[in-house]
């Protein structure tokens, strides 16, 4: 079965940087598109970010456009997020997402395949 595995998240000064891997597992990864989404305690899980099956296409949310970066490793089976000038506000627990088609999406209903999450703590 597909499996998706983050890791990376941690705490971090306001302004510094982390970088998220999601391990892929169980189908071609090569195949999909994959995407970044995170939940805030209390809040509904958000788009961050999302990569098309080559990692020629990408898309960001508002919130992160400029700050991050979404990449892939088609060879390593592995999706990335650099997250670099951290603000308080990008605190979530950050999970990784698989699609069913080839081409990147912000809606979280595209995605059918999760990960387990990993948290990130931004410290003012």
């Known amino acids: 079965q597909v499996q998706l595995v983050e890791s990376g998240g941690g705490l971090v000064q306001a302004g510094g940087s982390l970088r998220l891997s999601c391990a892929a597992s169980?189908?071609?990864?090569?195949?999909?598109?994959m995407a970044w989404f995170r939940q805030a305690p209390g809040k509904q899980r958000d788009f961050v970010a999302t990569?098309?099956?080559?990692?020629?296409?990408?898309m960001y949310a508002d919130s992160v456009r400029g700050r991050f970066t979404i990449s892939r490793d088609n060879a390593e089976n592995t999706l990335y997020l650099q997250m670099n000038s951290l603000k308080p506000e990008d605190t979530a627990v950050y999970y990784c997402?698989?699609?069913?088609?080839?081409?990147?999406?912000?809606?979280?209903?595209?995605?059918?395949?999760w990960g387990q999450g990993t948290q990130v703590t931004v410290a003012s």
């Open positions: 997402a698989g699609s069913s088609g080839p081409y990147g999406s912000s809606r979280i209903f595209d995605f059918n395949f």
């Open positions: 169980g189908r071609t990864f090569s195949n999909y598109a």
């Open positions: 990569i098309g099956w080559s990692g020629r296409s990408t």
